[in-house]
């Protein structure tokens, strides 16, 4: 169908001239969201009336699983969430053809102090997590830097964050979860419950029940968080001081490293506390400040240094930038002009960025931007960073390390011992040789074969283009497919593979 002159003109403003839809209409009602948001928590959490609606909400999950049962079971079942809520640039397709069950579950229902755990719904955010549990001198171990990210998605999915080099992956800080099953039941499993069904539910992306609640460790939190910064000339430098600093477990709580090129970086190091030294603290969360990755980059002409950064800023010090991909949407949005007159807007919701997107933008994010998360044995970063410098040549580069203990489920170390691995985290687009198109698929495909050969992951929230049988070599299904027997979820739930392959949410 033909478009009319009207529907031009918005097309082409929203491709050519994103920037002024995003400022004069996407900040805005972004920034009214968050309010509302922020002052529905406050609200519940005041009433303490989420826990005497938890149970209510749950009868409604398991109401619907029944009516699908009474329908026949014809399609298999996923969330009704959808597909540009979520953080992903993928607008899965998968959903249209599936019984779709509405899971509103979006609060904080306890926080056990006695215990050190917070109980919550699956749809909570990190940054309605953090501004509930900051002000109490609580936090929960790893807080994955988005303010957007949920916990169902970082459990189903993963999540990982500068103090996983102590603590692992977010699903390695959970307690227990509950989940309605196949056949409606509700129930909850831990370690020492039902470990089978506590290890395989992370990585399983909903295919094994729906997840209700979970609990998860909380740690006492102090004011600040004193970070160190560490500028190196080469990349051997960068990967030997980023292993040791990785391995001082009881000197650093976080750890992170940004690749400005090849050759050079800056790894961070840092650890909590009470106090500030004078004139040394830096409000980075402040909407005139200068982007995180901007002011890192300072350092390789400064020199080392260290500064006090407010706790809660420091956990979302990438969210006002997402990371480095809002300077692609609007190129003048770190100028200081703009953060102090526009900047106490910023970030634009990404599922805002995404349901307004045109079918002509999601062609030129699919065609020619890369976003990757690859999860590495640290031994294997240098030749990590290398493949990734020949093939996409995108910069900055985030470097994370996590332990990953030899448990049960879907990943686990190759040789069977704990093993301190790094996600490699690449944002943008990538360049490549004169007179060259950028090819997606091939150099993705290119990458991920790297990646499996060198016994790594991938994070499934990116385009994956494995076939299934190179997907299941990538990931351990056996405990996987053994609960998937145990729980009759063949006719409930797709399989993984048919949720996160390139194919399943294309078409």
């Given at each position: 169908m033909e478009l009319s002159a009207v529907d031009r003109a918005i097309e082409y403003i929203l491709?050519?001239?994103?920037?002024?839809?995003?400022?004069?209409?996407?900040?805005?009602?972004?920034?009214?969201?968050?309010?509302?948001?922020?002052?529905?928590?406050?609200?519940?959490?005041?009433?303490?009336?989420?826990?005497?609606?938890?149970?209510?909400?749950?009868?409604?999950?398991?109401?619907?699983?029944?009516?699908?049962?009474?329908?026949?079971?014809t399609v298999p079942m996923c969330t009704s969430r959808p597909g540009w809520k979520t953080m992903s640039l993928s607008k899965p397709k998968y959903k249209n053809k599936l019984f779709n069950v509405d899971i509103n579950l979006i609060d904080i229902l306890e926080i056990d102090a006695e215990k050190q755990t917070v109980h919550v719904e699956p749809l909570v955010t990190m940054g309605q997590l953090t501004a509930t549990l900051d002000p109490l001198g609580w936090t929960i171990p790893i807080v994955p830097e988005l303010d957007d990210l949920t916990v169902g998605g970082l459990i189903m999915g993963t999540g990982v964050e500068s103090t996983s080099h102590k603590y692992?992956?977010?699903?390695?800080?959970?307690?227990?979860?509950?989940?309605?099953?196949?056949?409606?039941?509700?129930?909850?499993?831990?370690?020492?419950?039902?470990?089978?069904?506590?290890y395989a539910v992370p990585w399983s992306y909903g295919t094994l029940g729906f997840l209700t609640a979970a609990v998860i460790r909380i740690i006492p939190a102090q004011k600040y968080v004193k970070l160190n910064y560490h500028p190196v000339y080469s990349l051997d430098d960068a990967v030997k001081v980023f292993e040791e600093e990785s391995l001082k477990k009881d000197k650093n709580h976080f750890v992170e490293g940004l690749m400005f090129s090849a050759d050079q970086a800056v790894i961070m190091t840092g650890d909590m506390s009470s106090t500030c030294e004078p004139g040394k603290l830096n409000e980075i969360g402040k909407w005139y400040k200068p982007w995180f990755f901007t002011h890192v980059r300072t350092f390789l002409e400064e020199g080392p240094g260290y500064?006090?950064?407010?706790?809660?800023?420091?956990?979302?010090?990438?969210?006002?930038?997402?990371?480095?991909?809002?300077?692609?949407?609007?190129?003048?949005?770190?100028?200081?002009?703009?953060?102090?007159?526009?900047?106490?807007?910023?970030?634009?919701?990404?599922?805002?960025?995404?349901?307004?997107?045109?079918?002509?933008?999601?062609?030129?994010?699919?065609?020619?931007?890369i976003i990757q998360d690859l999860l590495v044995p640290v031994k294997s970063m240098k030749q990590s960073i290398l493949t990734f410098h020949d093939e996409v040549q995108v910069y900055p580069v985030w470097l994370c390390p996590f332990n990953l203990p030899n448990d049960p489920g879907m990943v686990h170390p190759a040789d069977d011992d704990e093993e301190l691995y790094v996600d490699i985290g690449v944002y943008g687009v990538p360049k490549v040789l004169k007179g060259e198109l950028y090819d997606a698929v091939n150099t993705t495909r290119l990458i991920e074969n790297f990646v499996a050969k060198v016994k790594g992951f991938q994070m499934l929230y990116a385009d994956s283009y494995r076939t299934k049988e190179e997907f299941h070599q990538m990931f351990n299904h056996a405990l996987y497919d053994k609960m998937r027997d145990r729980l009759d979820c063949k006719k409930a739930f797709p399989e993984v593979y048919d949720k996160v392959n390139k194919h399943a949410r294309s078409h």
């Amino acid at each position: 169908m033909e478009l009319s002159a009207v529907d031009r003109a918005i097309e082409y403003i929203l491709i050519n001239y994103r920037w002024v839809f995003v400022c004069f209409f996407l900040l805005p009602v972004s920034l009214l969201y968050e309010i509302y948001n922020y002052g529905r928590n406050w609200i519940i959490v005041k009433l303490n009336s989420a826990p005497k609606l938890h149970d209510k909400k749950v009868k409604n999950v398991q109401k619907q699983v029944q009516n699908w049962r009474a329908s026949g079971m014809t399609v298999p079942m996923c969330t009704s969430r959808p597909g540009w809520k979520t953080m992903s640039l993928s607008k899965p397709k998968y959903k249209n053809k599936l019984f779709n069950v509405d899971i509103n579950l979006i609060d904080i229902l306890e926080i056990d102090a006695e215990k050190q755990t917070v109980h919550v719904e699956p749809l909570v955010t990190m940054g309605q997590l953090t501004a509930t549990l900051d002000p109490l001198g609580w936090t929960i171990p790893i807080v994955p830097e988005l303010d957007d990210l949920t916990v169902g998605g970082l459990i189903m999915g993963t999540g990982v964050e500068s103090t996983s080099h102590k603590y692992g992956l977010f699903q390695h800080i959970c307690v227990s979860y509950e989940l309605v099953l196949a056949d409606g039941s509700l129930v909850t499993c831990s370690k020492e419950s039902d470990p089978d069904l506590f290890y395989a539910v992370p990585w399983s992306y909903g295919t094994l029940g729906f997840l209700t609640a979970a609990v998860i460790r909380i740690i006492p939190a102090q004011k600040y968080v004193k970070l160190n910064y560490h500028p190196v000339y080469s990349l051997d430098d960068a990967v030997k001081v980023f292993e040791e600093e990785s391995l001082k477990k009881d000197k650093n709580h976080f750890v992170e490293g940004l690749m400005f090129s090849a050759d050079q970086a800056v790894i961070m190091t840092g650890d909590m506390s009470s106090t500030c030294e004078p004139g040394k603290l830096n409000e980075i969360g402040k909407w005139y400040k200068p982007w995180f990755f901007t002011h890192v980059r300072t350092f390789l002409e400064e020199g080392p240094g260290y500064e006090y950064i407010p706790l809660r800023q420091y956990y979302h010090r990438h969210t006002r930038s997402l990371f480095w991909e809002v300077e692609n949407i609007i190129p003048f949005g770190n100028n200081v002009i703009f953060r102090y007159l526009l900047g106490w807007m910023m970030p634009p919701k990404v599922s805002l960025l995404k349901v307004t997107e045109t079918k002509a933008i999601t062609n030129l994010y699919e065609k020619y931007h890369i976003i990757q998360d690859l999860l590495v044995p640290v031994k294997s970063m240098k030749q990590s960073i290398l493949t990734f410098h020949d093939e996409v040549q995108v910069y900055p580069v985030w470097l994370c390390p996590f332990n990953l203990p030899n448990d049960p489920g879907m990943v686990h170390p190759a040789d069977d011992d704990e093993e301190l691995y790094v996600d490699i985290g690449v944002y943008g687009v990538p360049k490549v040789l004169k007179g060259e198109l950028y090819d997606a698929v091939n150099t993705t495909r290119l990458i991920e074969n790297f990646v499996a050969k060198v016994k790594g992951f991938q994070m499934l929230y990116a385009d994956s283009y494995r076939t299934k049988e190179e997907f299941h070599q990538m990931f351990n299904h056996a405990l996987y497919d053994k609960m998937r027997d145990r729980l009759d979820c063949k006719k409930a739930f797709p399989e993984v593979y048919d949720k996160v392959n390139k194919h399943a949410r294309s078409h």
